[in-house]
Nanobody, 119 residues
Framework: QVQLVESGGGLVQAGGSLRLSCAASGRAFSSYYMGWFCRALGKEREFVASIKWSAGTTYYADSVKGRFTISRDNAKNTVYLQMNSLKPEDTGVYYC????????????WGQGTQVTVSS
């Protein structure tokens, strides 16, 4: 089993920054991706960014390119999401997730952390 624990959410004004963290523990995989997703109020959960752990290759939703950066710390088994130039439409619950490279769907999810951007 895998445990994912997010932290770093909060309330910030438009134009501000936040950094989310997600610490992973438990079962280890040889090849996997970690991602960040956002569920805004009344909407479905949407992809934000992901990183292939071994290679460090990153992927972003068009809406966050140039503003958000995903990174990882191998020693801490932690993935980060640096969010800059935040907009009110970035508001939502942010979830960290993990999937094995052989799978399409993310199988493991954190509990989520609230990000609120005021205008």
């Amino acid at each position: 089993q895998v445990q994912l624990v997010e932290s770093g959410g909060g309330l910030v004004q438009a134009g501000g920054s936040l950094r989310l963290s997600c610490a992973a523990s438990g079962r280890a995989f040889s090849s996997y991706y970690m991602g960040w997703f956002c569920r805004a109020l009344g909407k479905e959960r949407e992809f934000v960014a992901s990183i292939k752990w071994s290679a460090g290759t990153t992927y972003y939703a068009d809406s966050v390119k140039g503003r958000f950066t995903i990174s990882r710390d191998n020693a801490k088994n932690t993935v980060y999401l640096q969010m800059n130039s935040l907009k009110p439409e970035d508001t939502g619950v942010y979830y960290c997730a993990l999937r094995q490279s052989t799978r399409v769907e993310y199988d493991y999810w954190g509990q989520g952390t609230q990000v609120t951007v005021s205008s």
